[in-house]
Each structure stands twice: as C-alpha cells, then as structure tokens.
C-alpha cells in the first residue's frame, strides 16, 4: 500500500493473518454469520494486536538511533510483552514498567522475564513518571532510550491498524463477505484510532464497535466526562496518524463508537462473562481467547447478539487482538 511507504517499519508480524468463519458459534449464538479476525495468530512471542503497533514503533526507534526501549501496562501486560520480544529481534534492550506490586513470575510476566526485559514495579498511577525517570537515568548512563506510551497508542502505532483495516478490507473482498459489523477491545484506544481511520481511508462501510476494557482515562476528572475526553483523545491520535500517512482527513470524537457496558467489575477481574465466552468460543471453535480484553469482548459480542444488536449487519466480525497468553496467570480465576 503506497500511503505506508514512506513509514518506516519492521516486519515483526505474519501477515495477513487469517480472516476465518466461526461456523459452529455462528450457528448458536443468534446474530448472522460471525466471523473471526486472528490476530492472536500475528505470531511474536505467542501474538497480539500490538505487533501491528510495533513493527512501526521499533522501525522508528532503530531509525533514530536507540539502542533502549522503555514501555509501561499491567503485570499480565501483553503489549510489554511483545514489545519484549520486538526489542529482542531488534536487537535493543527492554525495561518495561508495571503497575501493582510485584508478582509471581505467570503468564505474559514470566514470558517478559523470558524474553529479556527489565522489569520495574510502581503504583499503577505512576507509570508514565517512572518511564521517564528511567530514561533520564539511561540517558545519563550513556544509552539512547525511546519511551513507548503505555499500549504503544500514539499516532506511529495507530498506523500499525490503519494497515490492518487494509489488509481486512482485501480480504473481505477476496471471499465476498460482506461489509461486516466489526468488534474488537478497546482500551489505550491506539488499535481503534487506526481501524476507524482505515476504515474511511479505504472506504469501510460497515459499522464498527469497541467494548470498553477498563475504566476510561482520567476517571478521576470532575466533571465527569471522562468518556468524551477518552474519544477526543483516540480522535486525536486518529488525526495524527493521518497527519503521518499524508492522508487528508479529519476524525471527530462522534466518528468513534465505544460500549462501556461491560466492565464488570474493573479492568482484568475475571466473571462470569469473560468464564462463559472463553469456553464457549474454545468449545464450538477450538480457538482460544484471553480473559482481560478478547475473552470480555467476545463475551460483549455475544451479549449484544442476544439483545439483537446486530439485527441488521450483514455480519458480524470478532477480531481477536490475542491476549491467551494470560490464561494459566487466570487459573484460579477461570476454574
Ligand atoms: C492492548 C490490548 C487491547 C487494546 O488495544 P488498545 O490499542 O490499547 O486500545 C486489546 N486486546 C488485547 C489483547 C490487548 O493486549
């Protein structure tokens, strides 16, 4: 595609990955044909969405010389794990810093142990400081270190997704399926500003919607308006990753459709919704999917397909964004 030729990038990702029917679940479930988009098959260090975000993220660092990248989430965090192992291939050391006290070495932690990274504990609120006390003493030390933003959802890792609506759109046309209604997690919200910015930059008619995975940003903002300022932010980052591709659009807070009616009871508590749609999905399907952001959205999906939220989509689209590397650190929680 000529609009991402002057981006740097690395190819970290196998691609495309696989657009497949779910025949069985799409038989029970009560919505129309429901198909699956695999990006837990994009293959770095088990997979996930935000593959796509680094092979944009990590051409860019190498191409200005660092030799470090730092990056922040949650301790099951599946993005500092693929940034892990990005940082690996590419031959850059990797501090990631968690939020919460430290925990035992389960799931995407001990796969960041595994795969090289540093890994720093702070409180949750304090994550970004940390970053950039870090690389202050890094840069004090001698090394050259990028800050990745938690999710890696700037405009650079937004594109990652502005390609991966291309990529879908192919093949959508490929198998004649229809404009379908597309559903997917959201949360640092660099994934969604990129599929809905592609979606216009090629033409996507279908309808799109996010399933909100934690509480929106700035909860604690008084006047309460914390989910506009969340949109205005993804429309934001939308708008500047459009500035990156030369493309000449502009997304507005009302371009963006997320659901905030499914976040239980916060961000990674596993319950009955997440328990249900994880083994419904792995039992009709062999597929699985992941209990903080895939396994709450399916759940989503399939509890708006029973209110008949799809009545009129010619389709529905689940695209998995890979997180089943979390599973065993759910153990207790999914039994
Ligand atoms: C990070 C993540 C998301 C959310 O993507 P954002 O771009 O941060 O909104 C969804 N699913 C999984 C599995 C993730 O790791």
Redesign the pocket.
């Given at each position: 595609m000529q609009i991402f030729d002057k981006l740097p990038r690395m190819a970290l990702a196998h691609l495309p990955t696989p657009m497949m029917p779910l025949p069985r679940l799409s038989h029970e479930y009560g919505g129309p044909p429901l198909w699956i988009k695999r990006d837990d098959l994009t293959g770095l260090a088990t997979g996930?969405?935000?593959t796509r975000k680094l092979e944009f993220l990590i051409a860019d660092a190498v191409g200005r010389g660092c030799d470090t990248v730092i990056t922040a989430g949650g301790p099951q965090?599946?993005?500092c794990r693929q940034t892990a192992a990005a940082a690996a291939i590419a031959g850059l050391d990797c501090h990631v810093v968690l939020g919460g006290d430290p925990q035992p070495p389960v799931g995407n932690l001990l796969l960041d142990e595994l795969l090289g990274a540093t890994v720093h504990w702070t409180p949750k609120p304090n994550r970004n400081a940390r970053m950039w006390e870090l690389a202050n003493e890094l840069a004090a030390a001698g090394r050259r270190p990028d800050v990745i933003p938690v999710?890696?959802?700037n405009a650079l890792g937004a594109v990652g997704y502005v390609a991966a609506m291309f990529e879908l759109v192919d093949q959508l046309r490929a198998t004649g399926a229809a404009g379908p209604h597309i559903v997917?997690?959201?949360?640092?919200?660099?994934?969604?500003a990129g599929i809905v910015l592609g979606a216009r930059l090629a033409g996507y008619e279908g309808r799109i919607t996010a399933i909100s995975?934690d509480q929106v940003p700035d909860e604690q903002i008084p006047d309460n308006r914390a989910d506009e300022r969340f949109l205005a932010q993804v429309a934001g980052v939308a708008n500047d990753a459009a500035g990156r591709l030369g493309a000449d659009v502009s997304l507005a807070a009302g371009d963006f459709v997320v659901n905030y009616d499914y976040l239980g009871a916060g961000y990674g508590v596993v319950g009955a919704l997440e328990r249900d749609a994880i083994r419904r999905l792995a039992r009709a399907e062999g597929i699985l999917v992941?209990p903080?952001?895939?396994g709450r959205a399916l759940g989503a999906l399939l509890d708006l397909a029973a209110q008949g939220y799809f009545a009129d989509d010619p389709a529905v689209l689940f695209w998995h964004?890979?997180?089943e590397s979390a599973l065993h650190a759910y153990a207790h929680d999914l039994a």
């Open positions: 996930g969405n935000k965090s599946n993005h999710g890696g959802s997917f997690p959201t949360s640092s919200g660099g994934t969604q995975i992941g903080v952001y895939s964004t890979g997180d």
